[in-house]
């Protein structure tokens, strides 16, 4: 019997030469095959309807099971699909390769290069959703992250490990920002993942947004909106995946996504597909805590897991500028600090149109020093003292000396408003921005104030 026990053990342990299903229904977005002995999470393939025009039309990824069918979505399109067609498992282990061979070049979701640059060499498998890291496994931020953007340096300092959201409606500088900040910052590596975007933007943001240089130490990978939610969604996973291999180099790497919301609206999609049913408007509940999980690899890590870190910048869109929309909300929840890009200083011809009396930096006393942080609280509260007021000066209906602080903010409003405008194909230094700030706070504390000693 023991003998028995042994040999029917060995066989539950063995894995199949290959698992076959068959294809029993469309329906929409989703594929259902029958008899497909394949978890959640798999990669499958369609051998029949392999196109050399579309190499990810045949592979789909098993994302749900109904009873004895699985859920299958293609990362392709699902034309050319009939009853009764075979499906193959490929494998369960969801890893792309990554390398340093990847700097300076255009990725797909899956990867693959698509730049017509040549193939890609010494890449390592890396998991594209990994076990999250441990609390007690993050360093404290205490390094700041030089942008080269004034605003941000001097109002919303960055720090290395960091998560920060761009909070932004479209045609406000969203792209432009980004590509300042790619070019000019101080991390070793940038990490770009454009998600969803418009196909013709991407060349955009690539050869003028970008540049050569910045293009240069930069990975860039694309998933635009006409490809299937499911290869927008594993283009997020796999630009935090090649931030990780940096990271576990004690390389910074700066990892830019543009945007998170399009990543929440492909998981919707997949969910929807898969038989979740909708919560928060039309949202499912694995869209949320995909989206922690997507926001939490961010970070900076013990000297015993390599040191380094990745300081994560997300764009979330708000619709009609709503910052009460249910993924704008929840990422709020959940980074450390927002921007926010105002429509109105867009308007004016403010550029970067950053609202600095609304962007929050959470780190920003860790890595600042006390000089720095009172010449910002007195900016700020110049600048928050002149906001009150706006409408009456801009009408000329304000009475001067009815108060004399905000006299005093009203003076200096031009110099300030001229500190945060910058050219942003020109980065700047953060000594030299921080002592035109140290500057400008020592001129406007040293005004006379009427009933001031």
């Known amino acids: 019997m023991g003998i028995l026990d042994a040999a029917m053990s060995m066989v539950e342990r063995l894995q199949p030469v290959q698992a076959c299903g068959r294809v029993a229904a469309v329906r929409g977005l989703s594929v259902l095959v029958r008899d497909l002995p394949a978890p959640v999470g798999s990669l499958v393939r369609l051998p029949r309807v392999a196109s050399a025009q579309m190499p990810a039309g045949e592979v789909g990824e098993v994302v749900g099971l109904t009873g004895d069918?699985?859920?299958?979505?293609?990362?392709?399109?699902?034309?050319?699909?009939?009853?009764?067609d075979s499906v193959v498992a490929l494998h369960t282990s969801k890893t792309v390769g990554v390398g340093a061979s990847m700097l300076g070049r255009v990725l797909n979701g899956l990867g693959d290069p698509i730049d017509g640059g040549p193939v890609l060499h010494d890449l390592f498998p890396q998991p594209i959703d990994p076990p999250p890291i441990t609390a007690l496994s993050r360093k404290r931020i205490t390094q700041p992250m030089v942008t080269g953007v004034r605003a941000i340096d001097l109002f919303t300092t960055f720090g290395k490990g960091q998560r920060i959201g761009l909070f932004a409606g479209p045609g406000v500088g969203k792209s432009t920002l980004l590509g300042a900040i790619t070019r000019s910052c101080e991390a070793d590596?940038?990490?770009?993942?454009?998600?969803?975007e418009r196909g013709r933007e991407v060349q955009d943001f690539i050869a003028h947004s970008l540049g050569p240089d910045g293009l240069a130490r930069t990975v860039v990978i694309v998933a635009t909106g006409d490809e299937s939610p499911l290869m927008r969604i594993r283009a997020a996973q796999s630009a935090c995946a090649v931030c990780e291999f940096f990271r576990a180099r004690g390389l910074?790497?700066?990892?830019?996504?543009?945007?998170?919301?399009?990543?929440?609206?492909?998981?919707?999609?997949?969910?929807?597909?898969?038989g979740e049913p909708p919560a928060s408007k039309g949202y499912t509940p694995s869209v949320f805590s995909s989206l922690a999980r997507l926001l939490e690899r961010a970070g900076q890590l013990g000297d015993d897991l390599g040191g380094g870190s990745i300081t994560g910048l997300y764009t979330v869109l708000v619709e009609g500028d709503d910052m009460t929309e249910p993924v704008a909300d929840a990422a709020r929840g959940i980074l450390d600090g927002h921007i926010i890009l105002s429509r109105s200083l867009a308007q004016k011809g403010h550029y970067p149109a950053i609202d600095v009396l609304d962007s929050v930096s959470r780190v920003q006393g860790e890595v600042t020093d006390a000089a720095h942080r009172g010449a910002r609280v007195q900016l700020v509260r110049s600048m928050a003292l002149y906001r009150e007021v706006e409408d009456l000066v801009?009408?000329?209906?304000y009475a001067k000396g009815s108060n004399p602080e905000t006299d005093v903010a009203i003076t200096f409003h031009g110099q300030?408003?001229?500190?945060?405008?910058?050219?942003?194909?020109?980065?700047?230094?953060?000594?030299?921005?921080?002592?035109?700030?140290?500057?400008?706070?020592?001129?406007?504390?040293?005004?006379?104030?009427?009933?001031?000693?």
Request: glycine content about 10%.
């Open 416 to 453: 300030i408003d001229e500190l945060l405008r910058q050219d942003l194909s020109k980065g700047e230094g953060f000594e030299d921005a921080k002592k035109k700030m140290l500057a400008l706070a020592m001129k406007i504390s040293s005004t006379p104030v009427l009933g001031r000693k």
């Open 394 to 397: 801009q009408i000329g209906a």
């Open 69 to 84: 069918q699985a859920v299958v979505m293609m990362l392709g399109q699902s034309v050319g699909i009939r009853s009764g």
């Open 189 to 196: 590596v940038n990490v770009v993942a454009l998600i969803g």
């Open 252 to 274: 910074h790497v700066m990892l830019m996504m543009d945007s998170a919301t399009r990543f929440a609206h492909a998981q919707r999609q997949v969910g929807l597909t898969a």
